[in-house]
């Protein structure tokens, strides 16, 4: 089993979630299912069905959270230093065609959010910038073409 790296706040978030699924919404679409029972003949029984269809992807994501959280590597950003790029970094980038200046943080699968700000350990541009240092620039390929930055600034923070 592989371990999956992630922030301590991804870690919570992931937590939190499962147990909403586990302590909430499980015992909403149980009680869901019993009343939709109480109807009568479950063959034509359109709510038992649609409640049953939630369980099971309750259920599905009940498993694969608990996976997540059995492999998770929490990583105390806090405790990182340095100049070079690696997991939990926060880097400063300046698009050295438009100017334009955005900051990243480095973060796990389950965590990433691009539009946050965040992204994903395993993205291209992640992966472009891992052993770089500010000053350095990467050529990362997007689906959109071919870009290029210069890193301003690393922070672990």
Known sequence: MD???MTAGGFQALTEELRHRQQVERQRIIQAIAEARAHGDLSENA??????EQQSLNEGRIAELEDKVSRAEVIDIS???GSTIKF????KLIDDDTEEEKVYQIVGDSEADVKGGKVSISSPIARALIGKK?????EVNTPGGGK????????YR
């Open 79 to 81: 405790k990182l230093s």
């Open 148 to 155: 290029s930055y210069e890193i301003l600034e690393v922070a």
């Open 47 to 52: 709510e038992y069905h649609s409640a049953k």
């Open 88 to 91: 939990g970094a926060t880097v």
């Open 134 to 138: 500010t000053g350095d620039s990467i």
């Open 3 to 5: 371990k999956i790296p």
